[in-house]
């Protein structure tokens, strides 16, 4: 069964600060993978997702993902954070018609 | 306006008195699901429907119910609520699996006491 780690249970960063949050699967075969941001009090969005050509994926709020196969990796980067990036973001994965696997979740707060 | 509608939001009720928690989407996506976000657990999936009067068990299915009877409609039963189904609950739809996004409803929080 597919599964899915993120290393960090909760971050703090001071605004400006770079950011990787980081995501590790369990599946050998073709993925589909996915960052979901949940702010405070909201229901979860897509930040980016990755499936197919370039590796290197951008997302909105100048957030970008890295999907290096041989690492089973896909890690979450932004250079610059700010305050309204408090939130708490899921990596997740599936591959073909297969449920969508989500990682427990890293909680980032961001400070003044 | 695409969206995904939960009902209720908050719901306080009592060991063992059924409830119903309704989901719909307007987008005319065929994949819905639904989810239980739990502290320090992330998300897990409870059940989902590929399409009309096709439902699976997730990872989680004990305790809870679906079904779909329509396209737009996905809603999740607790026929005897414990106290261990106290949880946020998210409904989810998407055009089809694979790499389409979902899109999740605004939540459901529920009390079982």
Redesign the interface.
């Known amino acids: 069964a597919q599964s899915v780690s993120q290393h960090n249970h909760h971050v703090i960063l001071s605004e400006a600060a770079s950011l990787e949050l980081g995501c590790n699967y369990s599946y050998g075969g073709t993925v589909n993978l996915f960052w979901y941001v949940q702010y405070p009090g909201q229901h979860l969005q897509l930040l980016l997702k990755y499936f197919s050509g370039d590796p290197l994926v951008k997302g909105i709020k100048g957030f970008e993902a890295e999907f290096i196969k041989s690492k089973f990796s896909f890690n979450l980067r932004k250079p610059s954070v700010q305050w309204s990036d408090t939130a708490e973001y899921f990596c997740a994965v599936n591959s073909g018609n297969t449920p969508l696997v989500f990682g427990k979740g890293t909680r980032l707060s961001v400070i003044a | 306006e695409a969206q995904v509608t939960q009902n209720p939001r908050y719901l306080i009720t009592v060991t063992g008195k059924k409830l119903t928690v309704t989901c719909s989407q307007n987008m005319n996506h065929e994949y819905m699901?639904w989810?239980r976000q739990d502290p320090?657990?992330?998300?897990?999936?409870i059940y989902?429907s590929?399409n009309v009067e096709v439902t699976d068990k997730?990872d989680v299915p004990e305790g809870y119910k679906v079904s779909r009877k329509e396209k737009r409609n996905f809603p999740l039963i607790l026929e005897s609520p414990s106290p261990n189904q106290t949880s946020l609950y998210?409904c989810?739809s998407s055009f089809?699996?694979?790499?389409h996004?979902?899109y999740?409803?605004?939540?459901t929080r529920l009390t079982v006491l």
Not at chain 2, 96 to 99: A, F, I
């Open positions: 699901s989810y320090g657990l992330g998300l897990r999936q989902y590929m997730g998210f989810a089809r699996q694979g790499h996004t979902q999740f409803g605004p939540g």
